[in-house]
């Protein structure tokens, strides 16, 4: 997605949603994140582009918010964490696009710009993350994803909209996760006294919009995505 500004009465489209409920979580979860264009030689082309690069340090913590990461996303302490996060909205499209999935020097590329290990390390991991990428890779694998020198590397597909009986068998963040982790992290049952939970929403930005829908459901109330899209006038 392009721009992250403060957008007063912006459109939203329910890709862009999408896309945005991806970029939450993984903040909310204590990863950096952008999105990423891979440049190609041919005039008015690009090679490749992620939709959300996240990236997550070894010892990030942020105790005052008394919330744990999300298990989905299996964190493990001491080490960088690095996502390429592909977002879909239907499940007949939850798949990597075709130049991550099948272009080494896309996603060399990507891992370049990321900067998390040198050029040799960087080949080696292309090769044993592409496998990963590909249609039909169990769960576990998806999720372990290739570990080297205290660096994991890992492909996520997201899709909001859909639910794990849409897409059995992939690893995918779906929009229950996303709404849920928000919602504990937005809405705790009870004050916490380290951290405040009411403040300036528009400091989130472009995200604020959701940030304020999600706030503005309460404790006690459930987070319906369908309610979000009204929210925004995404149709």
Sequence with gaps: MSGHEVTTGRRWGRSEVNEALAVLYLRLAGYFTTGLLVHAPEWGQNRTEVDCLAIRHP???QPERRVSPPPFLAVRRGEVDLLLCEVKS???ELTFNER?????????????WAGVFSDSPASEIVDRLLPLLQQ??????????VAEAGVRVRGLLCCPPCEETDAPGIWCLFGSEILRFAHECFNPPEPRTESSTRYNFR????LSPIVEYIKDCGAQNHVALDGLYEHLGAG
């Design 90 to 92: 239907v499940a007949s």
């Design 100 to 112: 991550l999935r099948n272009d080494r020097e896309a996603l060399g590329s990507v891992l370049r």
């Design 59 to 61: 010892y990030h913590e």
């Design 136 to 145: 039909g890779v169990p769960v576990q694998n998806a999720r372990d994803g």
């Design 203 to 206: 400091q989130w930005g472009w």
